[in-house]
């Protein structure tokens, strides 16, 4: 069965610390994406990358970076994590054609406190 | 621009009645694909379908249909018979039909409608 799995299903971290959310895909998708869901505002794009080593900043890029070294790996950094970052964090992948939408992983619920 | 809108944040219903999650889009392109997810409580949003701008037939897998109408720009979903597994947060998607890479073919999302199922 194909998947796109999230390193850590739940996450508590302090204020202040470097945070790696890690998200691997095994259907050799050439995009992969990183979301965060918070109620009422929907799913909201911080990045993308459509290749190895290539990203494009999404909607809420600030406070956020990322990391894509292989194609089945895309890795979300926080720097410095903020209790404003506190949210469900979703990352998905996709094919570029055809185009089947997109595959999202379980979640990550990050907890910054 | 593209834009994808649910209006309806949360519907709340009885066990077996019939509901329609709304979604309406704007696109300037003459070919696109349009998509609904679901996202139970668990978490993880659950590929329901996809529909190219070509197809207005409708569909039709047990309990869900989708009435996808070009002239107003809206591709509903209808739960026939809601049962309780149906609570879970529903979006609907749009994207490009042609995808040549980069940002193309990225999907476009409404926020969500919120379905909750009583029994």
């Known amino acids: 069965d194909v998947k796109v799995t999230q390193s850590s299903r739940y996450l508590v971290k302090r204020t202040g610390e470097k945070v790696f959310l890690e998200c691997v895909q095994d259907?050799?998708?050439?995009?992969m994406f990183w979301y965060r869901q918070d109620p009422g505002l929907g799913l909201r794009l911080i990045y993308f990358s459509y290749d190895v080593k290539m990203k494009e900043k999404g909607d809420i890029p600030e406070g956020y970076s990322v990391s894509r070294e292989k194609k089945e790996r895309f890795s979300l950094i926080l720097e410095s994590a903020s209790t404003n970052q506190t949210s469900m964090y979703l990352c998905?992948?996709?094919?570029?054609?055809?185009?089947?939408?997109?595959?999202f992983g379980s979640g990550t619920r990050l907890t910054v406190v | 621009a593209q834009k994808v809108t649910q209006a309806q944040t949360e519907i709340s219903v009885v066990e077996k009645e019939d509901v329609t999650l709304d979604c309406v889009y704007e696109t300037r392109d003459t070919t696109y694909y349009l998509f609904w997810y679901k996202q139970p409580p668990s978490g993880e949003l659950v590929f329901l379908i996809r529909r190219n701008s070509f197809d207005e037939q409708n569909e039709i897998s047990g309990r869900y249909s989708w009435n996808f109408q070009k002239s107003t720009s809206s591709f509903n979903f209808t739960i026939t018979a809601s049962q309780v597994v149906d609570s879970a947060v529903y979006f609907c998607a749009l994207s490009e039909y042609f995808d040549y890479g980069g940002s193309q073919g990225n999907l476009i999302f409404g926020k969500g409608t919120k379905l909750s199922v009583k029994p």
């Open positions: 998905a992948s996709k094919r570029d054609r055809p185009n089947y939408g997109y595959t």
């Open positions: 259907m050799d998708h050439e995009n």
